[in-house]
């Protein structure tokens, strides 16, 4: 994982009446890194600002605006496509977590509470906000997949129509009615 400078902040160094303001503004080779790193083709901007605001005596509170211009392949033509990702980011960090002890667990609603850390990294928190933003299936504008087909040679192809489950009814319906005129 790349290493930003100044992206990691000691916990317990931190004002504990007032938020810490931050902003990460990788530089190229940076973002370079972090491309590479998630898979995608370049970054062409990218910036992650907001406040650690404390919550009681240990718990602190992240907000944050991350902005990014991300460049992906298009999954049909593999052409660049590129994305401008807006997204607001909060999480809690807890120091007193519950501890979980069964085998199996249900998924709690809230997904944003982890457990408070003594160094929080920043560039980390940005990186994997930033990997859960992207667009799963890039596509170029107007991209599509052709039809495929695919059948023995001397035979018709089924098609999408005649492999809905009541297709077969439909065409006996309809030679049942010319047979009737």
Do not use: N
Not at 15 to 32: G, S
Not at 54 to 68: E, F, K, N, S
């Amino acid at each position: 994982m790349p290493q930003l400078p100044k992206s990691h902040l000691r916990l317990a160094d931190l004002a504990t009446r007032k938020p810490t303001d931050f902003e990460l503004v990788p530089t190229p080779d940076e973002r370079k890194a972090i491309a590479a790193e998630l898979g995608i083709l370049g970054i062409k901007k990218l910036r992650f600002a907001g406040a650690l605001t404390p919550q009681g005596r240990q718990d602190w509170t992240l907000t944050a605006d991350l902005g990014a211009t991300v460049v992906q392949e298009c999954v049909v033509t593999l052409e660049p496509v590129t994305t401008r990702i807006d997204a607001k980011l909060t999480r809690s960090y807890v120091a007193d977590m519950p501890e979980i002890e069964a085998a199996e667990v249900e998924m709690p609603v809230e997904d944003t509470v982890e457990e408070l850390p003594e160094t929080l990294d920043l560039a980390q928190v940005m990186i994997e906000a930033l990997a859960l933003e992207l667009p799963l299936y890039p596509r170029a504008e107007g991209a599509a997949l052709p039809d495929a087909v695919f059948t023995e040679p001397g035979i018709a192809p089924m098609t999408d129509d005649e492999a809905k489950p009541f297709a077969g009814l439909g065409a006996l319906r309809d030679r049942l009615e010319k047979k009737d005129k």
